[in-house]
């Protein structure tokens, strides 16, 4: 793993317009912020800037369970009280207008992705945004594994920093690359194209792997296993039958949760007709003796259907690990929202911002917005 020596940013601001990438997009209920998570962890960085004298001009998206992009303008209030500090929205992306503004409050621009540049690292965005600002922070870790303008055209325009929470994502998550052990893996959620190159990377590391989710059922039916009308991907059927099959190392549920009303039966007796929902008691029994002797343990994606309701087997997960004795890293959006809602972070080694971030990191030693602040006029080594 490459140690990259960040450069600090400079301690006198006073007159500096900080162009701040940030990771703003939280679910949301009912037209209010859901979970606050990505927020709260940029406050120490919000007061930082401001303490050092800088104007900040904000960048994020945010976006609905459909990957339709929002608006910021009617949760700007919301966002300036989580932030202990007043905010002014703006959606005209002109920079006299901007830097104007940012002289009095925060600025939060309106929504990035209503941009077609972002998406493409159009170079003419790139020297847009760049305008808005006299240097540029990253203290957007989790959508640092994303090819964007604001996250990799920018550095190329400004002296461009790594924020304190994008360097404390880099420094624990790098205690995975090198564990110590006994290292248990554990993976969760769907989307298996996502967690290969984890998989691949990691299983012949680790002592054990664990696999949870949607991500169980398509390992189950891989098996030839009857999963009834279970969510599970038969596309991915082919490539872990030839890289997963034959491991010993990948623990698979014992028992699971079966439709609305959690019916738990044996992972080896599912029915036709039956759905599976979550893990069952058992399996988390098996893991409780692997976790009390691991001493590196990392989680990334739930292991039940959180959308329905169905987080019991995260929940009882998230106990397990708050009484390990080893260093727990915990990502993954969904997961991070139970998590939240338990109050319980302190208890682990790190829980990560970064759901598919945390992945990519983990499996290239890297992301490209590292790779954009290593070329920047402010160079990492």
Known sequence: MRQYQFVDIPKNLRGKTALVRVDFNEPLKGGRIKDSFRIKHTVPTIKLLRARGARIVLLAHIEDEKKHQLSFKPLTREIGQMLGAPVTFDASYDAEKIRMLAEKNIVLLENIRFHKGEEKNDPQFARLLASFGDLYINEGFSVSHRDHASIVGVPTYLASYAGPLFRREVEKLSHVLNPSKPFLVIVGGAKFDTKFALLKKFVPRADAVFVGGVLANTFLAAHDLEVGKSLYEKKALRDIQKHFLLSKKIILPFDVRLGDKGRVESAFEIGKNDCIYDIGPQTIAVLGDIVRTAKTILWNGPLGYLEGGHDQGTRDLLRLLARAKGK??????????????????????????????????????????????RKSKARVG
């Open 328 to 373: 727990v890293i915990i990502g993954g959006g969904d997961t991070l929202e139970v998590l939240d809602q338990m109050r319980i972070g302190k208890s682990f080694f790190h829980v990560s911002t970064g759901g598919g971030a945390m992945l990519d990191f983990l499996a290239d030693g890297t992301l490209p917005g590292i790779d954009a602040l």
